[in-house]
Structure formats: structure tokens, C-alpha cells
């Protein structure tokens, strides 16, 4: 190998190095920043974050007889640019050779060759820029300025005020501020209120602004944009209260929606920027409310008495044979929240037959109706009322309703009624009644999990029943039968007897499976051969689900930070199936260098119920463990450490297993954990060294480029090509 080769071999061989050493990080190394994509503008000149200007046109290059944009970045007025040689170009249709993006630089000082902290990058899009609309598309990357917008409801009165008043005129001021960083484009508020509890009312009469659009419990407002640190302000006043001796609660709500211009589409953990959309439509939301409660001392006592009547024999429908004698044991229980009086009670037979009352002591041998007590108070219950009726001889085939009735009256003297019914079906003889009822162990069953189906035919009748079948039949597109059969005979069923048909299915897939009924078919003794179906006692509806738990790392130590120095590490955690997930479990460990601040904070989604995690020093790591019963569909956990680096040199955290059972706790589904994160801890001194020594090999690689230049070879870079992304007018 010739001398200039050995050079140039390794010259390349020293770029590579530098290429692939991590960046350290400095002061500002933490600051999460910003990405503003989507971006479009008309030629011309439009406004940028920091006080600069963006100009950009379409030009026909006649050198490369192709079209570009061309764009310069000014400060202040247009007779300071920033760049220097004319202007950065881009070319719309690259052909391969052409730059068909081009970065723009922006710092502190301008122009940009004075050096100074970036404040951001702009991104120019010839690809996706149009000559025919004579737009231009670009992005803002790696920005220090945020383009989300905050707005604060500020309600100027207490969450929840009592009054002592049977009325009250209430104002309740309110104002919306825009905190920044960004412009609001729009504001549109919605004010409801109501009653919650009790007596009374509430109503808006008065309002200042004026509301778009209102009626009876609600009122729209419209504003126009709103500039950072700028305010709305609004008066409502409202009349509310119950009237005298009365109870009362009633709210008012604030729902306040508000144009953001930018999508906030997710977090680069890698880059630690933020990443917003530029969407005309986006909007987010900010709400409040406030509580008015008037007499509060008379809840309670609104007159809510709630009495029922417990039956305890017998306790539903029942079939006898002629000349049975039936008893009745029942007593009432009084639930509501306030006092019955004069509670009555009336027996009625239809058709009629004779009651005889037999308990208690008082009132036995009486007739209905019967007072039970003057007054009976919240919780309380009466004595046991019993009484008989006798079915009397030639009465086969009668069916009886027995209507129990509890009158009773409230505080305000207004009345009410609690009525427990009973039928009687009288048997006829010489006939075989055959009942059959369907049962399906669970509405809800997990993918491979399996339910129980029973059909149960009983005979009610007074004779045998022959012949008898039983068939049934099951979604089979979603179930597959593992045990049993769905089709059983018997030569005969008696009176008093009773078949059971059971059978186990496991599903197959997901979806939503409807059972029909079993079918029963038997000869009668006196009315030959009869079919009949099953009533079912739970949901013909099966639903077959599938928990799936994503898992993705929101927030990771640094490559290389200092000791002592606060660091972040965060899991996040969601349901996207549709079935629950059991007993979630995450075990992590990370490097004793590292400690723990605080205890982990969770933050939970409905439907997720978890314990506090759990953590403990064991030799050469501390091992910590999140466990979560139930994480429902759409359901997430969140888990964020906060770490302190104590020790230098690398520290580590790892994510060693995460796992969770299927809703009926059958099987265990894990989810790959490969993730580790780690971190060099070093001193502040070491870092200065190590910047020390980066500066120097740049200056010593610089010199060798030079040296090999005046050689006469070069190096030359292949062009990287951006990511092609869709435009939005700006």
C-alpha cells in the first residue's frame, strides 16, 4: 500500500471513531425539546420562534435546470440575514444527484457564523414543496420553543359553599388565560348546571359576556384567539335554593375547549424532543365545577321511607295438588333514608279464598287488613306476619295470585305502596309438566378458556313423562366441544324427577357468540308427544376476549451524566385487548450506584387497581416489583422512578420480566422484556478532561484533512436522504 494510501486509511479510520463516540452530555443536555412538523407556507416571509424570519420562494436554477426553494433566515428586519452566501437551497426534483432537503442552522446570533447556542433547525422539503400552489414545506426540529398551547380556568369561588338561605342569588366569576408557550387560535366554553340532590332548582339570570347560545341548564360561548399571558373574563350569576325546611345540592360545570394548531403525537425517548403536528383542527380541553348546597341540616328529611315486604315462606311461585293447605311467613324492612307511618297491610286472593292470620300473637285470628306499627324508622323491621290459605278439593288446573301490600305514608304525608306477588298453579292429574332451564357458567370467557353449559329438566307433574330428549347445539364457528355431549335420552322421567344434560366447550377464537335455546321433547300420558325449549338463567350472549399488553419506556437515563445528578426512568403500560388482564406483574432491578429518591409514583387509568411497588437491596442490585390485579381494556399503568447517581462509573437499570394472567386466571401470557438502559456517572472534572481531549483530536484530525487535501485526494460523503412526511398549511 502506497504512503497516501496508509493516510487516507487512517483518516477515515479516526472519522469513524468520532462518529461513533455518544455525545455527553452538558448543562442543557436534559432540556427536552421540540419538534414542530407539517409545516407549509405561501412565498413570502412568515414569522419564526425567536424573533427571526423566514423567507422562502420557488426559483428555476438554470445550472442545474431544475427548480428549488430558496430560503434565508433574517433577524429582526430583512436587511439582517443571517445566512451567509445567498441563502440555503432546495431542489424539488433531486434526480438523484440534487439535495432535495436542506437544514437550516438557527442559533443565538445571527449571523449563524458567530456561533452561539441552536435554538432550533429548519428543515426544507423541496420534495414535498408544490411550484403550482407556490408552497413550500418544511419542519422545525430540535426547537427550545414549545408549540403547545396551556390555558387555565380560574374559577373565582370556593368548590363548595353552604348556605343556610332557602335561597341565594350566587356570582361566580370566571377567567380563562392563555400560559403559554403558544397562541390559543380559538376558545369555546360550555357552562352547565343543575340539581344533583334534593329540592329546588337553579337558574342563569344573568351573564356577562352574553352566551351564543343557551337554554334552560346550559349556555355556549364563543371567543375569538388569545395571545400568551392574555385573558378572558366572564359573570355568571345564577338564582338557586330548595324553599324552607328543604334540602338541596346543585352544581355548576365549566367546559372550556381551545385551539391549539399542533398535534402532540408522542415523546422521542431517544432524541428527548417532544413531537407536535401542525393540524388546524386540534383542540384540547380544560374543566371545573362548583357545589351549592342549601339545607344541608334537613337531608335526610325529605320524606324517602322505602319499605319492602321480605317474604321468607314461600319465597317464590309454587305448584301444589288440591287440597293443600299453603302458610306465609313474610315481615317488612323499611331501607330509605327516612320514616314510614301508619304502615298497613292487605291481603288479597284472586280468586278469592279465606286467609287466616296465625302470627303474631296481636293480631292473630284477625282479618286483614292490620296496622303494624305508627311509625317505623330507618333500618327498622316488623314482626313476622304469618297466615294460611287452604287449595280446596276440584280445583286442578286454577291458578291463584296472592297480592301482599304494605301501605305506609312519609313526613309530608305523601303515600306509598310496597306489593309482593305469588301464583299458585294448581295440578292436574293424570299429567306430566315438564320445566327446562339452560345454564352457561360465565358470559365473559377468555381465547382457549372454557365454560360449563347445564340443561336441567325437571318434572312438576303429577304423572311419569316418556321418551324423553334432550338436545342442544352451541356456536361451533367459536367453540370447540371438550367434554361431554349435547343430546341425551331417557326411556322416562316421574314426577318429582329430574335429567341433566352438561357438556364443556373451550373457545377458539374472539368474537361474540349467541346460544340459543335447548329443546326438550317427551310424550304426555293424556296429551302425546310435546316439545318444548329452555328459559334461560344467564346471558345467551358470550363474549370471547383476548387482554394484550403493550409496553413501551417513556423516560431513560442519559448516556453519561454527573454524580449526583437526578435522573428519570418511566414504564408505561396499556390494555389494547379486549379482556381484562390478571394479575399483572413487572420485576425490574437496577445498580445499587443508583437511589431511589421516592417511593415509585403510579399513574393509573380506570379500571386498573394496583399495589404500591415494592422494592429491597439485594447483593450487587436492588430488585423492585410492581403488581397489578386487574388492568381492564384501554386500562394503563404508569410506573416513574426518580434516581439519584451516588456512585460513578456505569450504573444500569433492567426490566427483567413482565407477565399477566388471561381473565379467568387459566393461562399466563409474558411479554418480551429486552429492555436495559445503562449510564456512565462521572465526575464534573473528568468531563471537562474528557471535552478537553475531544477538542484536541478534532484539532489533530482537522490538521491531517488539510495535510491530506494539499496531497491531492479528498473524501467524499454520501447525502442522506430525509424522511418523507406530509405538509399542512401553516
Known amino acids: 500500500?502506497?504512503?497516501?494510501?496508509?493516510?487516507?486509511?487512517?483518516?477515515?479510520?479516526?472519522?469513524?471513531?468520532?462518529?461513533?463516540?455518544?455525545?455527553?452530555?452538558?448543562?442543557?443536555?436534559?432540556?427536552?425539546?421540540?419538534?414542530?412538523?407539517?409545516?407549509t407556507m405561501k412565498e413570502g416571509t412568515i414569522d419564526l420562534p425567536g424573533g427571526y424570519k423566514l423567507e422562502a420562494k420557488i426559483d428555476f436554477i438554470g445550472g442545474a435546470a431544475a427548480y428549488a426553494v430558496k430560503a434565508q433566515v433574517y433577524k429582526g428586519s430583512m436587511d439582517n440575514p443571517c445566512l451567509t452566501g445567498g441563502g440555503a437551497w432546495a431542489y424539488m426534483?433531486?434526480?438523484?444527484?440534487?439535495?432535495?432537503?436542506?437544514?437550516?442552522?438557527?442559533?443565538?446570533?445571527?449571523?449563524?457564523?458567530k456561533g452561539g447556542n441552536i435554538l432550533y433547525r429548519i428543515i426544507i422539503k423541496g420534495d414535498e414543496s408544490s411550484k403550482e400552489n407556490k408552497t413550500i414545506a418544511f419542519d422545525i426540529i430540535d426547537s427550545i420553543y414549545s408549540p403547545d398551547a396551556n390555558l387555565t380556568l380560574?374559577?373565582?369561588?370556593?368548590?363548595?359553599?353552604?348556605?343556610?338561605?332557602?335561597?341565594?342569588?350566587?356570582i361566580i366569576p370566571v377567567t380563562l388565560r392563555n400560559d403559554g408557550p403558544a397562541s390559543i387560535s380559538w376558545v369555546k366554553a360550555l357552562v352547565t348546571w343543575g340539581r344533583l340532590e334534593g329540592e329546588g332548582s337553579i337558574n342563569l339570570t344573568q351573564s356577562v359576556p352574553n352566551p351564543s347560545y343557551s337554554t334552560s341548564s346550559s349556555a355556549n360561548y364563543t371567543f375569538g384567539g388569545l395571545d400568551v399571558n392574555k385573558s378572558y373574563s366572564m359573570s355568571l350569576t345564577f338564582a338557586a335554593g330548595p324553599g324552607q325546611y328543604k334540602y338541596g345540592n346543585y352544581s355548576v360545570n365549566f367546559l372550556v375547549y381551545y385551539g391549539t394548531k399542533f398535534r402532540y403525537e408522542g415523546f422521542n425517548a431517544t432524541r428527548n424532543v417532544k413531537i407536535f403536528r401542525y393540524d388546524p383542527s386540534?383542540?384540547?380541553?380544560?374543566?371545573?365545577?362548583?357545589?351549592?348546597?342549601?339545607?344541608?341540616?334537613?337531608?335526610?328529611?325529605?320524606?324517602?321511607?322505602?319499605?319492602?315486604?321480605i317474604a321468607e315462606r314461600p319465597t317464590g311461585d309454587m305448584e301444589v295438588n288440591e287440597g293443600d293447605p299453603i302458610s306465609f311467613s313474610f315481615y317488612l324492612q323499611n331501607t330509605g333514608a327516612d320514616s314510614a307511618y301508619n304502615v298497613t297491610i292487605r291481603v288479597n286472593v284472586n280468586p278469592d279464598l279465606p286467609?287466616?292470620?296465625t302470627a303474631p300473637s296481636s293480631v292473630a285470628g284477625r282479618s286483614f287488613p292490620i296496622v303494624v306499627t305508627g311509625e317505623m324508622p330507618p333500618k327498622a323491621r316488623s314482626d313476622k306476619v304469618e297466615f294460611r290459605i287452604v287449595v280446596p278439593k276440584g280445583s286442578g288446573g286454577t291458578i291463584y295470585r296472592v297480592n301482599i301490600t304494605a301501605g305506609y305514608f312519609d313526613i309530608r304525608n305523601k303515600y306509598y305502596e310496597a306489593t309482593r306477588f305469588f301464583t299458585i298453579t294448581v295440578r292436574q292429574p293424570g299429567i306430566s309438566k315438564l320445566y327446562v332451564t339452560k345454564t352457561i357458567s360465565s358470559s365473559t370467557v377468555p381465547v382457549n378458556g372454557t365454560i360449563e353449559v347445564d340443561v336441567i329438566v325437571s318434572n312438576n307433574g303429577t304423572a311419569a313423562a316418556s321418551k324423553v330428549?334432550?338436545?342442544?347445539?352451541?356456536?361451533?364457528?367459536?367453540?370447540?366441544?371438550?367434554?361431554?355431549?349435547?343430546?341425551?335420552?331417557?326411556?322416562?322421567?316421574?314426577?318429582?324427577?329430574?335429567?341433566?344434560?352438561?357438556?364443556?366447550?373451550?373457545?377458539?377464537?374472539?368474537?361474540?357468540?349467541?346460544?340459543?335455546?335447548?329443546?326438550?321433547?317427551?310424550?304426555?300420558?293424556?296429551?302425546?308427544?310435546?316439545?318444548?325449549?329452555?328459559?334461560?338463567?344467564?346471558?345467551?350472549?358470550?363474549?370471547?376476549?383476548?387482554?394484550?399488553?403493550?409496553?413501551?419506556?417513556?423516560?431513560?437515563?442519559?448516556?453519561?451524566?454527573?454524580?449526583?445528578?437526578?435522573?428519570?426512568?418511566?414504564?408505561y403500560m396499556m390494555n389494547k385487548g379486549n379482556g381484562d388482564a390478571k394479575k399483572l406483574s413487572v420485576e425490574m432491578e437496577f445498580s445499587p450506584g443508583l437511589y431511589m429518591v421516592n417511593p415509585p409514583t403510579l399513574d393509573k387509568g380506570e379500571g386498573v387497581?394496583?399495589?404500591?411497588?415494592t422494592w429491597e437491596p439485594r447483593e450487587g442490585s436492588v430488585k423492585l416489583v410492581l403488581s397489578c390485579d386487574t388492568v381492564k381494556p384501554q386500562g394503563f399503568v404508569k410506573m416513574i422512578l426518580n434516581l439519584k447517581t451516588q456512585t460513578t462509573g456505569k450504573q444500569w437499570i433492567r426490566v427483567n420480566s413482565i407477565s399477566y394472567l388471561t381473565p379467568d386466571g387459566s393461562s399466563q401470557i409474558s411479554v418480551p422484556a429486552a429492555y436495559s438502559y445503562s449510564t456512565v456517572v462521572v465526575t464534573p472534572f473528568e468531563t471537562r478532561v474528557f471535552y478537553l481531549s475531544i477538542f484536541t483530536f478534532s484539532v489533530l484530525l482537522v490538521a491531517m484533512f488539510v495535510i491530506g487535501v494539499t496531497r491531492g485526494f479528498s473524501i467524499s460523503l454520501g447525502r442522506r436522504m430525509g424522511r418523507r412526511v406530509g405538509g399542512f398549511e401553516g
Open 1 to 39: 500500500m502506497t504512503p497516501m494510501g496508509m493516510k487516507l486509511k487512517l483518516i477515515t479510520l479516526i472519522m469513524v471513531c468520532i462518529l461513533s463516540i455518544p455525545s455527553l452530555p452538558n448543562a442543557s443536555a436534559q432540556e427536552v425539546r421540540y419538534d414542530w412538523l407539517g409545516l
Open 93 to 113: 426534483e433531486g434526480g438523484g444527484t440534487l439535495p432535495t432537503r436542506t437544514e437550516i442552522v438557527v442559533k443565538e446570533n445571527c449571523p449563524f457564523d
Open 154 to 170: 380560574n374559577i373565582g369561588f370556593p368548590k363548595s359553599k353552604e348556605y343556610d338561605a332557602a335561597s341565594s342569588q350566587v
Open 282 to 309: 386540534a383542540s384540547k380541553v380544560v374543566s371545573d365545577s362548583v357545589k351549592l348546597v342549601f339545607g344541608l341540616k334537613y337531608k335526610g328529611r325529605v320524606g324517602n321511607p322505602l319499605v319492602s315486604v
Open 355 to 357: 286467609t287466616e292470620i
Open 469 to 571: 330428549t334432550i338436545e342442544d347445539d352451541f356456536p361451533r364457528d367459536l367453540f370447540k366441544l371438550v367434554s361431554g355431549d349435547t343430546k341425551l335420552t331417557a326411556s322416562s322421567l316421574s314426577p318429582g324427577g329430574v335429567l341433566a344434560l352438561s357438556y364443556k366447550l373451550r373457545a377458539v377464537r374472539e368474537g361474540i357468540a349467541t346460544f340459543g335455546s335447548a329443546k326438550v321433547t317427551y310424550i304426555d300420558p293424556q296429551e302425546g308427544q310435546k316439545t318444548i325449549l329452555s328459559s334461560m338463567k344467564s346471558p345467551v350472549v358470550v363474549t370471547i376476549v383476548k387482554p394484550e399488553l403493550s409496553v413501551r419506556i417513556e423516560d431513560i437515563p442519559p448516556n453519561v451524566t454527573n454524580v449526583n445528578s437526578l435522573i428519570q426512568f418511566s414504564i
Open 609 to 613: 387497581v394496583c399495589d404500591q411497588p
